[in-house]
Every structure is written in structure tokens, then in C-alpha cells.
């Protein structure tokens, strides 16, 4: 099964496009000879100081991302990786999926800490919210990922990436419990929530898709 690396860089002042460009180009061609892929790049509005870039690629395994990894940063200067961190795919995306093509918009990036052994509860009631989310709002659901970072013993750190038409749209699909038109959803939503110990959420917006 593949993997994703998910990297967040550290950044000089105002050099996101070129440190994008040269990722982009470079990075990706050369994580390519050895069979990664570059999935996303996204620079941060909130949650996140504006000097930073985050990265998302995909690898055959989790020794190739390990060894292989860093190389997106190939001949680039003035990047460090100030987070970097390993995610396995669960419901979405799918092995191989591009980064849809969507018009503008933001990206959530959360995380849900939960107990161990409520990964397939969680699990079920993320797949079975998301059609009746998505219908009632201008949003998709990228993917959800599992964390190899555990953040103390027995917990489980989920990974959530959304896109969202426009920040309204993210404000709206926050306040869930009354939104008509997507009571499925509030309900596994609600379910889901009841199992969370603790998250956090970034919004970004994208720089490049992979």
C-alpha cells in the first residue's frame, strides 16, 4: 500500500512561488527516478505563519519515503523541513489519485486525536457523512490518512484534508447541527465529533497540484 510524506517547510520571507517552482520542477522530477510522486504544495492562511510551505507526496512504501523523501527539496535553497511525518491512506484517496482539479478555493487540514480502538467506528461515520456533506456544500473531501505520529500511547492521529469553494463555505459547514439538507451527515458528524480527544485545523490555499 502507499504512503504519503507529508512535509511542512519553513520559508524565507515572500519566496513561496519560487520555492514552489523549484519543487515543482526539480523536486518532483527527481523524487519521480525513485518512485515518488508529488501530490500537492499549499501555502497557509491560517493556523500556520504565512513563512511556510507545506508538501504532500506519495510513495510506494514507507522505506522509499524515508530514504527518498527529502530529495523534493533538490537544489533548493533557504527551505528547511520544520515537520515531517508519514500518513497511510484509509477511505480516500485512493492508490495513485491526483489532486482533483477544483476551481480556487481553500483547503482544511485537520487532525483527530482518538482512541485506538475506535479507528473503525471513526472510520465509518467519516464514509458515511461525507455524500450528504458534500451535497448540501461546495466542498470535497480529499482524503483521510492515519498518522504513523503517535501522539501518546494508545492514541491515534487522523489526518483530514477538505476543499472548500470559498471560506464562507468553510464557515457554514462548521456550524453542522443545523444545516438543512445534510442531516445525514450531522448526525455521523456529531458521532464522530463525540469521539475526538482533541484537533486542530489549518487553512490553506494551494500552490501547485501534483
Known amino acids: 500500500m502507499s504512503i504519503y510524506q507529508h512535509h511542512v517547510l519553513a520559508i524565507p520571507p515572500k519566496q513561496h512561488a519560487a520555492i514552489a517552482e523549484g519543487i515543482k520542477s526539480a523536486g518532483a522530477t527527481v523524487i519521480a527516478d525513485k518512485g515518488g510522486r508529488l501530490f500537492g504544495i499549499w501555502k497557509p492562511l491560517l493556523g500556520l505563519s504565512l513563512n511556510h510551505?507545506?508538501?504532500?507526496?506519495?510513495?510506494?512504501?514507507?522505506?522509499?519515503?524515508?530514504a527518498h523523501g527529502a530529495d523534493i527539496l533538490h537544489g533548493?535553497?533557504?527551505?528547511?523541513?520544520?515537520?515531517?511525518?508519514?500518513?497511510?491512506?484509509?477511505?480516500?484517496?485512493?492508490?495513485?489519485?491526483?489532486?482533483?482539479?477544483?476551481?480556487?478555493?481553500?483547503?482544511?487540514h485537520r487532525h483527530y486525536?482518538?482512541?485506538?480502538?475506535?479507528?473503525?467506528?471513526?472510520?465509518e461515520h467519516s464514509g458515511a457523512a461525507w455524500g450528504s456533506f458534500e451535497g448540501t456544500h461546495a466542498s470535497q473531501v480529499i482524503g483521510l490518512w492515519r498518522s504513523t505520529h503517535v501522539p501518546a500511547p494508545g492514541i491515534i492521529r487522523m489526518r483530514l484534508m477538505a476543499w472548500y469553494q470559498d471560506m464562507a463555505t468553510w464557515e457554514r459547514s462548521?456550524?453542522?447541527?443545523?444545516?438543512?439538507?445534510?442531516e445525514t451527515a450531522n448526525s455521523q458528524l456529531g458521532a464522530r465529533y463525540a469521539m475526538t480527544l482533541d484537533s486542530a485545523v489549518s487553512i490553506v490555499e494551494l500552490v501547485h497540484r501534483g
Open 113 to 123: 486525536d482518538i482512541a485506538a480502538d475506535t479507528l473503525e467506528t471513526f472510520l
Open 174 to 182: 462548521r456550524y453542522w447541527k443545523g444545516t438543512s439538507g445534510a
Open 53 to 66: 510551505l507545506i508538501v504532500l507526496t506519495e510513495w510506494p512504501d514507507a522505506d522509499a519515503a524515508i
Open 76 to 108: 533548493i535553497e533557504g527551505a528547511t523541513v520544520e515537520l515531517c511525518d508519514l500518513w497511510q491512506p484509509t477511505l480516500r484517496p485512493a492508490p495513485g489519485a491526483r489532486l482533483p482539479e477544483l476551481p480556487g478555493g481553500y483547503y482544511s
